[in-house]
């Protein structure tokens, strides 16, 4: 069930880096919900001696349900999908847990989470564009442009023949149509098939 049909198994280095800030964040929003409940549980036990316990304890019992509601939320809103690769989806819960989180005081898990929400935005963009080599995949920024504008070259004389041939145009073994050397990689590659021959 985890991914999208027929999704490569490639995984953005964004979305690992997300992952893990989302991890630590939620770790961090997790000592942080258990020492506020301490304090504030060592509040409630010193105001039961002047017998205001109960709406301490009411308030108490609500702090705890939050916290704990927060974290199961940013675990299945933002942790989950990340990890199943729908960063897209995973995008606006960790703005708003993070902006939730900076609100309640919780800075470094806030932190975590608004750099986890940029990371995740990178993702999308590397999803959309992996490198080559992986399915489905296209060179980096197109290094040879097929139909780059050529500068204007002066007035040659005609017909005169290269003293060196020009290396003989390799062609791809699936296809047959001539493919394009990608200078960044040293390698020649289809783009109808979108591999490297
Ligand atoms: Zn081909």
């Given at each position: 069930m985890y991914g999208q049909p027929g999704a490569p198994s490639y995984v953005p280095p964004s979305a690992s880096t997300a992952k893990t800030l989302i991890l630590v964040g939620l770790i961090f929003q997790l000592i942080f919900a258990i020492l506020f409940l301490l304090v504030l549980g060592v509040i409630a036990f010193l105001a039961a001696a002047v017998g205001v316990f109960s709406i301490i304890a009411v308030f108490y019992v609500i702090i705890g349900l939050i916290g704990f509601i927060f974290l199961f939320l940013i675990w299945t809103l933002c942790y989950k999908p990340v990890r199943e690769g729908r960063y897209e989806a995973a995008r606006t819960p960790t703005l708003i847990f993070a902006i939730l989180s900076l609100i309640t005081v919780n800075i470094i898990a806030g932190v975590l989470y608004l750099v986890a929400y940029v990371k995740l935005g990178d993702a999308v963009r590397e999803q959309q564009t992996p490198p080559p080599g992986y399915p489905g995949g296209a060179p980096?920024?197109?290094?040879?442009?097929?139909?780059a504008a050529q500068p204007a070259a002066p007035m040659q004389p005609p017909a005169a023949p290269a003293p060196a041939a020009a290396p003989a145009p390799v062609v791809c073994p699936k296809c047959g149509r001539p493919a394009t050397f990608i200078p960044q990689y040293n390698r020649y590659y289809c783009y109808t098939d979108q591999q490297y021959v």
């Open positions: 980096m920024m197109s290094p040879v442009a097929p139909y």
